[in-house]
Every structure is written in C-alpha cells, then in structure tokens.
C-alpha cells in the first residue's frame, strides 16, 4: 500500500512538474496579443521621432550655418579693430575713423569700433584747432572778409 501511494505521489508530482513546464495557452496567446498590439503603436512612434528629427536637421544645419557665419566675421572685424587701433596710434586719424566706420556698419554696437571713432574724431579736432590760427594767418585779410562775411570790405 505504501508503494502504491508513492508511485501515486510520483505520478502527481510528475504531472504538475510536465504542466509547469508548458506554457498556458491563454498565457500565450494573451502575450501574442499584447505584442501585436505593441508593434504598430512602436512604429508609429519611431516614424514620428524619425519625422521630427528630418524637420529638426536643416534648422540644425542652418543655426551651424549662422554660428560659422558669426565666427568669420568676429574675426574680419578683429582684424580691422586691429587695422584701426593702428592707424590711431600712427596718427592717421582720418583712416581710424573710415575703418571704424566701417565696423559699425556691419557691427552697430562694436564698443571697440564707437572708442576708435570718438578718440580719433577728437585728435583730428585738436589738429585742426592747433593748424586753424597758423592756416588763418597766410590768408589776405580780404579774403577773410570775404570767407566770414561774404562781403569783400576794402582795407
């Protein structure tokens, strides 16, 4: 009797051992059905992070495009800082300013460019104010009537 028992809990024992070992079928066909109920959710996705990164590419490229544009510049205008602090410090006061000039035109706000203007515009001025009595004396005193007044007064 107690070996039929044994073989009667062996055989049991056998049988949750073999069912444990296969899978439900409800189990499975529930994961068939959640995997293909996932994949088309999946891929739409992935085509829609794929779509925004086609749109996101040319304005990628085009902001690289205006950040090398800016560095080329940066560094042209560098240049021509240089060319004007130069010409101030020659004393070609006249060309300090054009230069500057033109650095303001393609840089409004270059606090370099506004410094190089406004000191070269104020030596130019002391030059002329310095030349002004000695050009000033060599004119005919008749010709100065006629350039301060319009009118040539005789002596």
């Known amino acids: 009797m107690i070996i039929v028992l044994i073989l009667m809990l062996v055989g049991i024992g056998a049988v949750i051992v073999t069912r444990q070992g296969q899978k439900s079928p409800l189990l499975e066909q529930a994961r068939m059905q959640a995997t293909q109920q996932a994949k088309p959710t999946a891929l739409e996705e992935a085509r829609r992070v794929e779509a925004e990164a ?9 902001e690289a495009k205006k950040l090398q544009e800016a560095a080329e510049l940066q560094a ?8 004007a602090k130069s010409l ?22 270059n606090t370099e460019a506004i410094s190089i203007l ?7 001025n002391e030059l002329v104010q310095q030349q002004e009595p000695a050009l000033m004396s060599d004119v005919p005193k008749g010709a ?7 009118v040539d007064i005789p002596q």
């Open 76 to 83: 042209a205008l560098g240049g021509l800082i240089a060319q």
């Open 88 to 109: 101030l410090e020659s004393g070609e006061y006249q060309e300090a300013i054009d230069t500057a000039k033109n650095i303001l035109s393609q840089d409004a706000n």
């Open 118 to 124: 406004e000191t070269a515009t104020a030596r130019l």
């Open 144 to 150: 100065l009537n006629v350039l301060t007044t319009g």
């Open 54 to 62: 086609q749109k996101a590419k040319p304005m990628a490229m085009d």
